[in-house]
């Protein structure tokens, strides 16, 4: 494999927090306003950051949480709208993969430790079960019927219950993650 390391422009954590999966939601100029997207714990490496720093980082300041990266025995790229298994670069290997005009975006499995406080720039936090994350993937679930199903969540302003979770790519992929891989995840949800 290719070294990628000085191309990792961002990278992140699928947190399993109390038997949840913690990502954030919000209002961004990218949906219409009756759309909330559903994106990672993560965001951009900083300058001398490895990929691992910039994900416990992210986590840190996006949910106030420490997390330990698990060390799952595979890693998948996404190529031409599949995912694909492909060796990992890294000694703690992410699960996931992006590339994005020449630059490489890593997703890491981690359990979550601490009180979990969404920063002020995060809009609200969705706390989302296997199940939970199948039911928004299609991308036709509100948040309203999130919430009337026993969605868990917490928000730092008020958001439309009318508009759309809109899953981003790294949610879809973690519920593509449970087929490919139930024993893996199986165990990872088991660890602690």
């Given at each position: 494999?290719?070294?990628?390391?000085?191309?990792?422009?961002a990278?992140?954590?699928?947190?399993?927090?109390?038997?949840y999966?913690v990502?954030?939601?919000?209002?961004?100029?990218?949906?219409?306003n009756?759309?909330?997207?559903?994106?990672?714990?993560?965001?951009h490496r900083e300058?001398g950051?490895s990929?691992?720093?910039c994900?416990?980082r992210?986590?840190?300041e996006?949910a106030?949480l420490a997390?330990?990266?698990?060390?799952?025995?595979?890693t998948y790229?996404?190529?031409?709208?599949?995912?694909?298994?492909?060796k990992?670069?890294?000694?703690i290997?992410?699960?996931?993969?992006?590339k994005?005009r020449?630059k490489?975006?890593?997703m890491?499995?981690a359990?979550?430790?601490?009180?979990?406080?969404?920063?002020?720039?995060?809009?609200?936090?969705?706390?989302?079960?296997k199940?939970?994350?199948?039911m928004?993937c299609p991308?036709?679930?509100?948040?309203?019927?999130?919430?009337?199903?026993?969605g868990?969540?917490?928000?730092?302003?008020?958001?439309?219950?009318?508009?759309?979770?809109?899953?981003?790519?790294?949610l879809?992929?973690?519920?593509?993650l449970?087929?490919?891989?139930?024993?893996?995840?199986?165990?990872?949800m088991?660890?602690?």
């Amino acid at each position: 494999m290719v070294n990628i390391d000085k191309r990792i422009y961002a990278a992140g954590a699928y947190v399993l927090y109390d038997g949840y999966f913690v990502f954030m939601f919000g209002l961004s100029p990218k949906h219409r306003n009756n759309e909330l997207g559903v994106v990672r714990l993560g965001g951009h490496r900083e300058k001398g950051e490895s990929a691992v720093e910039c994900a416990i980082r992210e986590v840190r300041e996006e949910a106030s949480l420490a997390i330990d990266l698990y060390r799952n025995p595979c890693t998948y790229a996404e190529k031409k709208n599949e995912y694909v298994k492909i060796k990992g670069p890294q000694e703690i290997n992410p699960v996931l993969v992006l590339k994005y005009r020449n630059k490489y975006s890593l997703m890491y499995l981690a359990h979550g430790n601490g009180v979990l406080r969404p920063a002020m720039e995060t809009q609200g936090i969705l706390l989302l079960r296997k199940e939970e994350i199948a039911m928004i993937c299609p991308g036709n679930t509100t948040f309203g019927a999130y919430k009337k199903n026993g969605g868990k969540f917490i928000l730092t302003r008020p958001l439309p219950e009318d508009a759309t979770l809109v899953p981003h790519t790294q949610l879809r992929f973690l519920n593509t993650l449970f087929a490919l891989e139930s024993k893996m995840m199986a165990d990872f949800m088991k660890a602690r």
